[in-house]
């Protein structure tokens, strides 16, 4: 199985900062990614997928890049609404493996 | 807007099997462009994707569970299980049904359920 490795596993941010989450895979992935939210007693929500793609609906702010093992979620201007836990995804193949998160918390 | 629904006992004992349905509304299981699975949730610790099936019957699970988990879909009911055998403590999760994209340049689990608590105890 293809293991998916995160950083930071939690960073304390202020309102207005960029923040940047990176995943890492064991073997390469192409661009087969995607970046889930969740906050607390909720169900995940998709904000990106293949790596880059904004999911509709999702603030501009949210942004994906990378191919290959290396993939970096940023959000350009933390809001209130974006502390939660962030996880990474491949959709590459099975079994489907998910990134330990990241809690991002106020600073 | 497609919604999926889960439901099932809360409680279940050890070694005995769990049983969940998720109830799709919206959409139909049998579509051609999604796969249907189960992602769970231990209390306090990360997504663990289960198992998940395409409209063909094709299944696909996670290896750690393989041998005990069984994903279906009853196309009637426009609903998909999850059956977990012989559970212990460490199945206790909250467990989702998810739909997952297999579009043309869409990818993703796009659709969640709300999620339901599973407690395995005697």
């Known amino acids: 199985a293809i293991q998916m490795t995160q950083s930071p596993s939690s960073l304390s941010a202020s309102v207005g900062d960029r923040v940047t989450i990176t995943c890492r895979a064991s073997?390469?992935?192409?661009?087969?990614l995607g970046w889930y939210q969740q906050k607390p007693g909720k169900a995940p929500n998709l904000l990106i997928y293949a790596a880059s793609s904004l999911q509709s609906g999702v603030p501009s702010r949210f942004s994906g890049s990378g191919s290959g093992t290396d993939f970096t979620l940023t959000i350009s201007s933390l809001q209130p609404e974006d502390f939660a836990t962030y996880y990474c995804?491949?959709?590459?193949?099975?079994?489907?493996?998910f990134g330990q998160g990241t809690k991002v918390e106020i600073k | 807007q497609v919604q999926l629904q889960e439901s099932g006992p809360g409680l279940v004992k050890p070694s005995e099997t769990l049983s969940l349905t998720c109830t799709v509304s919206?959409?139909?299981?049998?579509?051609?462009?999604?796969?249907w699975g189960w992602i769970r949730q231990p209390p306090g610790k990360g997504l663990e994707w289960v198992g998940s099936?395409?409209?063909?019957?094709?299944?696909y699970y996670n290896p750690s569970l393989k041998s005990r988990v069984t994903v279906s879909a009853d196309t009637s009911k426009n609903q998909f299980s999850l059956k977990l055998s012989s559970v212990t403590a460490a199945d206790t999760a909250v467990y989702y049904c998810?739909?997952?994209?297999?579009?043309?340049?869409?990818?993703?689990?796009?659709?969640w359920g709300q999620g339901t608590t599973v407690t395995v105890s005697s």
């Open positions: 919206g959409g139909s299981v049998s579509s051609s462009s999604y796969y």
């Open positions: 099936m395409y409209y063909s019957g094709t299944t």
């Open positions: 998810a739909r997952e994209r297999d579009l043309e340049w869409e990818y993703g689990m796009d659709v």
């Open positions: 073997q390469g992935i192409r661009n087969d």
């Open positions: 995804l491949q959709d590459y193949n099975y079994p489907r493996t």
